[in-house]
């Protein structure tokens, strides 16, 4: 069981597009972070969002933080094929009592963006 | 700069042949952990050391173990790989109490023969 849903699963564009990628739970986590992974690599950490309702920019991407803290997204405007890779969100949810953070992965979304 | 080293990139081994990934960081962080990620999938959590406390994740079959002996490595040892473990292992670690800086390895690629 996916305890997170991304979609679309795979995305493929053209330059100068924009964008957007949601993922979704029927948990709540105490923060949801958005990675984007290269070939072969590991998950590089782009953007941690903590409060229900937060929205940050970097550059061209805007993360939001559902209300709930159940749901986010990313929008990219005016993709370019750098940003060709796979994004993956993944939630912090701690045990009761426990203060320690435990992160969760969605499946991700492969996107393609095309010269 | 601080990081997290995992060795070796690309390991293959034999069916049922023992394999050790291994870990390094120099963050000083709490926690480390392993994922498993295989091909157009979600990195799977197998487990976690909070310091010297192992902590394993529900479903992890009991062929994958893990040793940190102390705070700077950590090992995943798989007792008897199948055709089914052959994936991207990731090695992570944060501070454990806060939500911020996770950081991962670059990964194993591990190839079952």
């Known amino acids: 069981t996916q305890l997170l849903e991304q979609s679309p699963q795979f995305l493929s564009i053209q330059e100068g597009e924009n964008l957007t990628v949601y993922c979704n739970s029927s948990?709540?986590?105490?923060?949801l972070q958005w990675y984007r992974q290269e070939p072969g690599e590991g998950p590089v950490l782009l953007v941690t969002?903590?409060?229900?309702?937060e929205v940050k920019k970097l550059k061209r991407l805007t993360f939001q933080f559902g209300d709930a803290r159940k749901d986010s997204s990313l929008h990219i405007t005016a993709a370019q094929p750098g940003d060709t890779g796979l994004y993956l969100c993944?939630?912090?949810?701690?045990?009761?009592?426990?203060?320690?953070?435990?992160?969760?992965f969605g499946r991700g979304t492969q996107l393609t963006v095309w010269p | 700069d601080a990081m997290v080293i995992q060795n070796p990139r690309y390991q293959v081994t034999q069916f049922g042949k023992p394999v050790t990934l291994s870990c390094s960081q120099t963050?000083?962080?709490?926690?480390m952990y392993w994922y498993q990620q295989k091909s157009s999938q979600a990195p799977k959590l197998l487990f976690h050391?909070?310091?010297?406390?192992?902590?394993n994740e529900a479903d992890t079959p009991d062929n994958f173990q893990s040793r940190r002996p102390n705070t700077s490595f950590c090992f995943l040892d798989i007792r008897s790989p199948g055709l089914g473990d052959a994936a991207m292992y990731l090695c992570?670690?944060?501070?454990?109490?806060?939500?911020?800086?996770?950081?991962f390895g670059s990964g194993t690629r591990l190839t079952v023969v």
């Open positions: 969002v903590v409060t229900g309702g």
């Open positions: 992570a670690t944060s501070s454990g109490t806060r939500d911020y800086g996770y950081t």
């Open positions: 050391y909070y310091d010297k406390d192992f902590n």
């Open positions: 948990s709540v986590f105490s923060s």
């Open positions: 993944a939630g912090v949810r701690r045990d009761r009592g426990s203060t320690l953070g435990r992160l969760y």
């Open positions: 963050l000083n962080h709490n926690v």
